[in-house]
């Protein structure tokens, strides 16, 4: 069974603070996903990172993909609160996705 | 287009009782997938179809839990007897798949149904 671990699971720092998110796993992906999701609503997608080795930039948001294809991070620079959210993980081995258990991330101003 | 769209946004039901939830996936995506999710944790698949087919059903899946896709747009997914543990919030997404570019598939959520069982 393929399992992605997320860590840290909570996350409370002040505005303009930086923050790394982690995603692991022992087995290889293919692709590895980030997405955000806010309270009541669904996960909406970030990033899909393919490449390993790969850094993708969105706005103050940089991802990579490990070399190895085995695990992500997520690093956000000078936090803001609408950077508050559940920021969650998530691979595609056969069709369905497999999601970490979520970083819950809170900015306060 | 209005993206994925799901019905009710909440239901609240007593222990025991049916319930059903509607999900409308985006026009032409083939697949439509079910997750559940409790609160603070990733979602959890719980089926996916692709058209009209239900492919795949995970071990969470009690056979309480019903999906179907009859026309292959729409879906229902309806859980019989209700039990306390069933509260959750349950997620749709949807993606076009074309087999000719394997591509990534990328799916969107919708804004899930939130249950909670008395």
């Known amino acids: 069974t393929q399992l992605l671990e997320q860590s840290p699971q909570f996350l409370s720092i002040q505005e303009g603070e930086n923050l790394t998110v982690y995603c692991n796993s022992s087995?290889?992906?293919?692709?590895l996903q980030w997405y955000r999701q806010e309270p009541g609503e669904g996960p909406v997608l970030l990033v899909t990172?393919?490449?390993?080795?790969e850094v993708k930039k969105l706005k103050r948001l940089t991802f990579q993909f490990g070399d190895a294809r085995k695990d992500s991070s997520l690093h956000i620079t000078a936090a803001q609160p609408g950077d508050t959210g559940l920021y969650l993980c998530?691979?595609?081995?056969?069709?369905?996705?497999?999601f970490g258990q979520g970083t819950t991330l809170q900015v306060k101003p | 287009d209005t993206g994925v769209s799901q019905n009710p946004r909440h239901k609240i039901t007593k222990r025991g009782q049916n319930v059903t939830f509607r999900c409308d996936p985006i026009?032409?995506?083939?697949?439509l997938y079910w997750y559940r999710q409790t609160l603070g944790q990733g979602p959890e698949f719980l089926t996916y179809?692709?058209?009209?087919?239900?492919?795949?059903k995970s071990r969470l899946l009690s056979d309480r839990f019903s999906a179907e896709r009859p026309k292959g747009s729409f879906s229902t997914l309806e859980i019989q007897r209700t039990e306390q543990g069933d509260s959750a919030m349950y997620l749709c997404?949807?993606?076009?798949?074309?087999?000719?570019?394997?591509?990534?598939?990328?799916?969107?959520f919708g804004p899930g149904t939130r249950l909670t069982v008395l």
């Open positions: 998530a691979g595609e081995p056969t069709g369905k996705l497999i």
């Open positions: 179809f692709q058209n009209e087919a239900q492919l795949e």
């Open positions: 087995s290889v992906f293919s692709s």
């Open positions: 997404a949807s993606s076009l798949v074309n087999h000719r570019d394997r591509g990534t598939d990328t799916q969107y």
């Open positions: 990172v393919v490449t390993g080795g």
């Open positions: 026009s032409e995506h083939n697949r």
